[in-house]
């Protein structure tokens, strides 16, 4: 007969097998290099707009890149990064990190939507960079005390050397909230990002 405390850890024996087949699974069906490649792209690593046009999809304009632009290239800069380090197969994985990097994700896409669609006003778009913010500092705590692995060294484990984007993920947050700010400070931006009233 077996004791309670034996189920316990039949079921965690069970849960961890699991766990780790899924990601073996996840990580044998996942093309790394591809994944790399569109990060790259993404943050614009070689600083083409060809690299950054071929990643999203989207021809990218040949006239100059206004404020807005940067601030929509930033943001899909970050939410790239945090979908990096979020993905199946990141080493000691964050469970419950998680779900603070989706609301920070989450948050970020509201912004950019927001702003791309001129539905944001100032107000509204540093509470969510702030909400952002917030997120990936519960985050950073959560996989400290867990797995002892800053939020940082999660991103250096996924992407290795594009952490040399000038700052960490808190940095490149601050200069988001740094750029928003300048682009409704600047006053032909703001009356071009002023929200379109809904009918």
Do not use: W
Request: hydrophobic share 40%.
């Amino acid at each position: 007969m077996s004791t309670h405390r034996d189920d316990f850890d039949e079921i965690d024996r069970l849960v961890l097998h699991t766990r780790a087949s899924v990601i073996a699974k996840l990580d044998a069906a996942t093309d790394f290099g591809a994944v790399l490649t569109h990060i790259y792209a993404k943050a614009a690593k070689d600083g083409t707009p060809e690299a950054a046009a071929s990643s999203t999809g989207r021809p990218r304009p040949q006239e100059p890149q206004t404020a807005l632009d940067d601030v929509c290239d930033h943001i899909d800069m970050l939410i790239t990064l945090l979908q990096a380090v979020s993905a199946p197969g990141v080493k000691d994985s964050p469970l419950i990190g998680a779900i603070y990097l989706g609301s920070a994700s989450r948050s970020l896409q509201r912004l950019r939507r927001g702003l791309a669609r001129h539905r944001a006003g100032k107000d509204e778009a540093l509470r969510l960079v702030g909400n952002a913010e917030h997120n990936l500092r519960e985050a950073d705590a959560v996989l400290r005390s867990e797995h002892g692995l800053s939020l940082d060294d999660a991103l250096r484990d996924r992407i290795g050397d594009l952490m040399d984007l000038g700052s960490d993920i808190t940095g490149q947050v601050q200069a988001l909230r740094a750029k928003v700010t300048r682009l409704f400070d600047n006053a032909a931006e703001a009356a071009a990002l002023t929200p379109i009233p809904q009918a």
